[in-house]
Nanobody, 127 residues
Framework: QVKFVESGGGVVQPGGSLNLSCAAS????????IGWFRQAPGKEREGVSC????????YYVDSVKGRFTISRHNAKKTAYLQMSSLKPEDTAVYYC????????????????????WGKGTLVTVSS
């Protein structure tokens, strides 16, 4: 059974940092792209970052470039999202999911073909 468990969320002040983890099980992670998405209250889900399966190419939405870093450790079946210089607008529930490849169009990271979503971890950026 494919499953994702996100962790590492919390409350942080603006300018602070958090490291999110996405623990995967039930499939061979090496063959899947992993995406991080977020959904703020009252807003649609937004793609934040994606890392490809084979060569580890990374993609970011413009609003987090230079502040967030995605990585993966296939042997540990875990993906990570390091977040720094956090802003109040980063407040959201963060989810991970998998797909055969990352889909990027018009500067957006699309959830097309992403499946097996976790329950998410809440990130709150507030003073």
């Amino acid at each position: 059974q494919v499953k994702f468990v996100e962790s590492g969320g919390g409350v942080v002040q603006p300018g602070g940092s958090l490291n999110l983890s996405c623990a995967a099980s039930g499939f061979i992670m090496d063959y899947s792209a992993i995406g991080w998405f977020r959904q703020a209250p009252g807003k649609e889900r937004e793609g934040v970052s994606c890392i490809s399966s084979r060569d580890g190419i990374t993609y970011y939405v413009d609003s987090v470039k230079g502040r967030f870093t995605i990585s993966r450790h296939n042997a540990k079946k875990t993906a990570y999202l390091q977040m720094s210089s956090l802003k109040p607008e980063d407040t959201a529930v963060y989810y991970c999911a998998k797909a055969p490849s990352c889909t990027v169009a018009g500067g957006r990271i699309l959830s097309r073909n992403m499946n097996y979503w976790g329950k998410g971890t809440l990130v709150t950026v507030s003073s």
